[in-house]
Nanobody, 121 residues
Framework: QVQLVESGGGLVQPGGSLSLSCAASGRFFSIDAMGWYRQAPGKERELVATITTEYSANIGDPVKGRFTISIDNTQNTVYLQMNSLKPGDTAVYYC???????????????WGQGTQVTVSS
């Protein structure tokens, strides 16, 4: 059984910084990629950033130049460093991972429970 455990988030003033982390645990063969999506009230879930275990990153346009994603393959953990935060970044942030549960087959999409990020003065 695979679990994604998120940490970080909270309340920060505009212009401030926060960091999120997400660790994958359980029994699986390998991880293909991990990342973050977010969903604000009344809006659809959108890409924040993803990164493969070969360090190829994809950053969403709204956060380019402000957010950085990294991965620690030895710890099965993905990190999101968020700088220059804006009120528009307020959302629930969800960790996502594409995981090969077995050596053969297709990766399975897993989601964390979400962590709230609020940017407000």
């Amino acid at each position: 059984q695979v679990q994604l455990v998120e940490s970080g988030g909270g309340l920060v003033q505009p212009g401030g910084s926060l960091s999120l982390s997400c660790a994958a645990s359980g029994r699986f063969f390998s991880i293909d990629a991990m990342g973050w999506y977010r969903q604000a009230p009344g809006k659809e879930r959108e890409l924040v950033a993803t990164i493969t275990t070969e360090y190829s990153a994809n950053i969403g346009d709204p956060v380019k130049g402000r957010f950085t994603i990294s991965i620690d393959n030895t710890q099965n953990t993905v990190y999101l460093q968020m700088n220059s935060l804006k009120p528009g970044d307020t959302a629930v942030y969800y960790c996502n991972a594409d995981i090969m549960v077995r050596e053969m087959g297709s990766p399975i999409d897993y989601w964390g429970q979400g962590t709230q990020v609020t940017v407000s003065s």
